[in-house]
């Protein structure tokens, strides 16, 4: 398991990864998202839906992987948007991948 699987499977345990479009959405209502996960195959409509959330509040989005790539990363099924509620994590992330800049 590489760097990047390890820690979205840690954070998705420790319930700091929102995994969906609903669940994310009520992270950025309840002003819990860090940062967000926009996997490359997510369709366009929840794409746009999500940038302009994350615009409003000033959070970083990277587009990252596909949707199935991310199901199998949490064992569930495929899934395109994820949400960081822990700034750790997130930051992490970023490293491991090699981007601080994101979609914002």
Sequence with gaps: MNKVEGILGLAFKAKK???GETEVLLGFKRGKIEGVILAVNTSE???KKIELLA???GTLVVNW???EEIGRILNRRPTGILGFQDRGFWQKFLKEIG????VN
């Design 17 to 19: 990864l929102l995994v």
């Design 45 to 47: 409509k929840q794409k």
């Design 55 to 57: 615009k409003e509040q």
């Design 65 to 67: 992987g596909t949707k």
């Design 99 to 102: 981007n601080d800049q994101g």
